[in-house]
């Protein structure tokens, strides 16, 4: 045993020798190379150049730029033998051969198309991430893309902003387990391995905090809420080894991302230990100008470079004036070389230099039937039910079913948002998959309407009377893709159009509706909900929508999906989110008073009312966690291995699982905690671990769960992460408003 442990310890010395003397090997090649370079060379390792998305040739501006060795990275460049071409000229013709790394917005898959990431989020299921990103590498890869603009992992709380279809939900610790594994399947264990690409984390930071969901907007936030609820997936992306990272839009607490150096020094560089490189968003540099941050391109790369960005993506102000800001004395030399050295430690992380040309590629395919099944397997797994009243769902195969709604056959919206290489004619839709489930017979479609936000009311007499023949109506409802994702925020959202007053005056034919949405964000139903049988949120799927959505719908598959953000009842409740502080009112539901409770002529009085709405109340639609499935679930006794901890501990708790329904299905387990009294207010529950488990009808499992002390704790208003002693008090539950509570201390 000693001798085992003997040479364990040498066999880790020799490993951890060899990568020190690996890195110390990369550190003095870079070194080198810097050496060699002229100014104009460095800054030009710092100039992503952008080519619109839709671009087709090279420039000779761009080619003869390339030559001198005044680009860094192109993004957009999709034709592979211009990638390779202009390669040719970085690799052979530049002063020092330094290869370009050629970006893309591949977010949730490159041809094949997996669900928007909301959607992947409601899978709670990291190996998913991983499995769906390893494949966007592998196609794009294929395509010479090695350096991809995701994951975006900006934790979000209100579903007005356009881009909550790109973030991973509301909740930081499941938005870190995914980045982690998203991060896993675009570089893999060696990112220099062919079929691997550069991952980008996005958008440091804060940006899903924007100010009333209004894209690109302020953010004043504490520092203990940036710290606690908004940098944790970045933290865990470096911890990950994310190869890049990309700055934010927005200033946040009046200071741009772009040029915010307590966010990319203080906490990236020093804290964080972060040693790849930053790229700006498109023009976020420039973009300083307008925020009224900086006067004039010159100050914006003084600020942008002393705050510690590194390649700026497509505006010009380093290209154009960190030369005069040096030879001036305002940015060191040694300042640039540290922003060389960053990007070139990627370039040989990623082994550009031993393979420019993308070699293997040709092995990676493109739409592979297996990459088409994940793309379904994904998708089932995100879809999360909602309603199901009567247990109408499952539908019987033998049913006739009129399919109904803007969503039923839509290639291109059913792909959602982000998605610059999908192709909408590899989609199959809800109808193909339906017609191929059903007699054709039993199958009567009519949309009613044309597109999402259609107001005709043209096609309802004909979406009538496929209604009237058929046993149950399927209604594909929802937002076309360009209604969410970058710029596509919305202040009202509810299904746009007259999506509504068709499914009402479908509810008059007296059949049940299924109501199936597709969207990039929540939606507000309330209004409807009364004339649908069964809700089932299917974010927008992907290429594979309606195969899964058709197995899930007929029971042929199981739900798992559950929510990762919280759905409010009407527009007016956000910001609404589970893991909320208490007040010193909170709302409860025996001193609730409604709106149509009180008085006329009431005496002015605050008691009986908390902080709630009138007429909304306080609860959500349905809470952050919840999801139904065909199956149902019951929990045993919460057992707590130790019921006060120190410091070192971790919490272990036990429960029984039991499938008490009659099909299989798989219920995702999750451990809330809050911290009952502490130096700051904490929230109600905060999520800390899940699991998931599948279970055969009447089949129990006792699992476990376990969460270091260490990660009880909390950022304060100074930034100082605590783990302070007190009661904790602990729920394990299917959703974040149930379960029963335990308690617990920590020494
Ligand atoms: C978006 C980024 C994206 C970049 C490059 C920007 O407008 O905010 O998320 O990666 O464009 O396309």
């Known amino acids: 045993m000693k001798n085992r442990i003997a040479f364990l310890f040498i066999f880790f010395q020799m490993f951890t020798y060899h990568a020190f003397c690996q890195t110390d090997a990369v550190e003095n090649k870079i070194n080198a190379l810097i050496e060699k370079m002229t100014l104009e060379e460095k800054i030009g390792q710092a100039c992503l150049k952008g080519t619109s998305s839709r671009s087709k040739g090279l420039s000779d501006e761009l080619k003869e730029q390339v030559r001198k060795g005044l680009v860094g990275a192109i993004l957009n460049l999709t034709d592979t033998a211009l990638v390779l071409q202009i390669q040719k000229i970085a690799v052979e013709e530049s002063p020092n051969h330094i290869p370009l790394l050629f970006g893309r917005d591949v977010i949730h ?41 995701a994951p975006m992992v900006d934790v979000c709380r209100d579903a007005r902003w356009g881009r909550i279809a790109e973030s991973p939900g509301e909740d930081p610790y499941l938005a870190s387990v995914l980045t982690k594994a998203y991060i896993k399947g675009y570089q893999g264990e060696d990112l220099s391995a062919p079929g691997n690409i550069l991952a980008c984390t996005k958008h440091f930071a804060a940006y899903g905090a924007v100010e009333g969901g209004r894209d690109y907007n302020t953010v004043n936030i504490s520092e203990s809420l940036l710290r606690n609820v908004y940098l944790p997936p970045f933290k865990a992306a470096v911890e990950a080894g994310s190869a890049t990272f990309m700055t934010s839009f927005n200033d946040v607490n009046g200071v741009p991302a772009s040029g915010n150096s307590f966010l990319l020094k203080d906490v990236l560089r020093e804290e964080w230990k972060y040693d790849g ?21 010159k100050e914006v790369a003084l600020k942008a470079a002393t705050a510690g960005m590194d390649m700026e993506m497509t505006s010009q102000s380093y290209a154009h004036q960190l030369k005069v ?24 992380r990623a082994g550009v230099f031993e393979n420019p040309y993308f070699k293997e590629k040709d092995s990676f395919k493109i739409l592979d039937p297996a990459s088409l099944e994940l793309a379904k397997t994904s998708a089932v797994k995100s ?22 709604g803007p969503l039923a056959h839509a290639h291109k919206e059913q792909l959602g948002t982000w998605i610059f290489d999908g192709d909408k004619t590899n989609s199959i839709t809800p109808l193909t998959a339906l017609l191929q489930t059903y007699a054709t017979a039993n199958v009567k479609y009519a949309a009613g309407l044309k597109y999402s936000r259609d107001e005709s009311e043209e096609g309802f007499k004909e979406a009538l009377a496929a209604a009237k023949k058929s046993e149950v ?23 746009p159009g007259v999506q509504e007053k068709l499914i009402q005056a479908l509810a008059k034919a007296g059949k049940p509706i299924i109501l199936v949405i597709m969207a990039g964000r929540p939606i507000t139903i309330d209004r409807i909900l009364p004339n649908v049988a069964a809700v089932v949120m299917a974010w927008h799927p992907g290429t594979m929508a309606g195969p899964a959505l058709a197995d899930v719908l007929t029971g042929k598959e199981n739900f798992s999906g559950r929510l990762t953000v919280t759905w409010p009842k009407t527009v007016g409740q956000i910001p609404i989110y589970y893991n909320h502080t208490n007040t010193g009112r909170p709302a409860d539901s025996t001193s609730f008073v409604g709106i149509k409770d009180i008085p006329v002529e009431a005496w002015q009085s605050s008691l009986g009312n ?57 219920e995702t387990v999750q451990l809330y905690i809050q911290d009952v009294s502490a130096s700051i207010v904490r929230p109600v529950r905060e999520l800390k671990a899940f699991t998931q488990v599948e279970l055969k009808a009447g089949e129990s499992r006792e699992i476990q769960l376990s969460v270091p002390v260490a990660e009880l704790g909390f950022y304060t208003n100074e930034g100082k992460y605590v783990v302070e002693p007190g009661t904790f008090n602990l729920w394990v539950a299917p959703d974040a408003a149930s379960g029963a509570k335990q308690v617990f201390t920590v020494k």
């Open 610 to 666: 908390n902080s709630h709405y009138l007429d909304a109340g306080f609860t959500p639609r349905y809470t952050f966690g919840y999801g139904m499935s065909y199956t149902s679930f019951s929990y045993g006794d919460i057992l707590l291995k130790k019921n006060t901890l120190d410091q070192s501990d971790s919490l272990k708790v036990t429960v029984t699982i039991t499938n008490t329904g009659a099909r299989t299905g798989t």
């Open 383 to 404: 879809f999360v039910l909602l309603k199901n009243e009567k247990q109408i769902l499952p539908l019987s195969t033998n049913k006739t079913v009129a399919v109904i």
């Open 109 to 149: 898959g490159y041809k094949t198309i997996f669900p928007i990431p909301l959607g992947l989020s409601a899978t709670w299921n990291a190996a998913i991430a991983e499995q769906t990103s390893a494949v966007a590498a592998h196609e794009s890869y294929a395509r010479c893309i090695n350096w991809t603009f």
């Open 473 to 495: 109506i399927l209604f594909f409802a929802g937002e076309e893709a360009i209604l969410s994702g970058e710029a596509h925020s919305r202040a009202d959202i509810s299904l």
């Open 277 to 297: 490189f930053v790229v700006s968003d498109w023009n976020s540099v420039t973009e300083m100008i307008t925020h009224g941050y900086c006067a004039d391109e």
């Open 325 to 348: 800001l040096i030879q001036e004395k305002k940015i060191t030399e040694e300042q640039l070389n540290e922003i060389v050295r960053h990007i070139l430690r990627i370039k040989f």
